[in-house]
């Protein structure tokens, strides 16, 4: 599949009148490990759909209006195989560069930022082992942000269906209202300097976040939430990528630009 070939499902749009200009530099992380699914180079290579998981999300910000440039942090030795087994399979659009991933995700984005163009306002950090992100999500957390002058950013995020049980061992210690909770996605967008100054912030003071808006949010930056679909997953485990595979089928089917993987058609 070449990323020439745009289908409705990648396709790029514009939501709740965004302002015009490609402004925002996408740091997609692609450090990941794939001891759990058999490839030694990188669960971002396994595949998914004919292409590597990876290409899926690189594609989706590709095709997102609202994206200027690519950052892809991963280890150097994986950059001329990312290049030669992702990118070369793929008509991109946007300049891509690279930067050294870390021993930690915090380290590997603080890396990455140091390459985001100085003309970029604002920064979307992605897990590129989130496969399945849409663009119409990258483009309304895009938009949310520039809507409002008082953000410091905005996450893809889900309203937690479950009950939650807060837990000290096993025991249950209390079993909090559900409502005020949501489950983090990414990306996760941000204006670009306080997004650079809240990582060096923590830098500086050694503090350890879960999250690139845990970072954002210490520093004062005040940080949304914008619901997107659940099925942004994070392929971490063999049975998630069989989940990703079911779901991207379906779409790609649905866009009337796949197939259901028989042998007998190209995407």
């Keep these: 599949m070449s ?22 530099c996408a740091v997609i992380l692609a450090g990941g490990t794939g001891e759990r699914f058999g490839d030694p180079r990188g669960k971002q290579f396994v595949e998914l759909c004919g292409l590597p998981l990876m ?13 200027s440039s690519l950052v892809i942090v991963c280890a150097p030795d994986k950059v001329a195989l990312i290049e030669k087994d992702v990118l070369a399979n793929l008509t991109l659009a946007k300049p891509v560069a690279f930067a050294p991933s870390g021993a930690t995700r915090q380290d590997s984005v ?38 409002d002058a008082t953000l410091a950013g905005a996450i893809c995020a889900n309203r937690s269906v479950d009950t939650l049980k807060l837990v000290e ?16 996605q990414t990306p996760q967008i941000f204006r670009a300097k306080q997004l650079v100054a809240a990582y060096k912030a923590a830098f500086w003071d050694g503090f350890a976040g879960t999250d690139d ?9 005040r940080v949304i939430c914008v619901e997107c679909s659940r099925d942004n997953i994070k392929v971490t485990l063999p049975e998630d990528l069989a989940v990703a595979a079911a779901t991207l089928e379906q ?15 190209e995407f």
């Design 169 to 184: 061992g096993n025991q249950i210690l209390a079993t909090p209202n559900r409502s005020f909770y949501w489950a983090a």
């Design 55 to 67: 290409s899926w999300s690189v594609m989706a910000f590709d095709h997102a209006t609202s994206i």
């Design 110 to 147: 603080f890396s990455g930022l140091s390459a985001v163009p100085d003309d970029a306002r604002l920064i979307a950090v992605h897990d590129s082992a989130r496969p399945l992100i849409e663009v119409e999500a990258i483009e309304r957390c895009c938009a949310a942000v520039r809507a």
């Design 251 to 265: 779409r790609l089917v649905d866009e009337g630009c796949g197939r259901m993987l028989s042998g007998k058609e």
């Design 213 to 221: 808006s845990s970072l954002v949010e210490r520093h004062g930056g």
């Design 3 to 24: 990323g020439s070939s745009t289908c409705a499902c990648a396709e790029a749009r514009r939501v709740g009148g965004a302002a015009s200009g490609a402004d925002t």
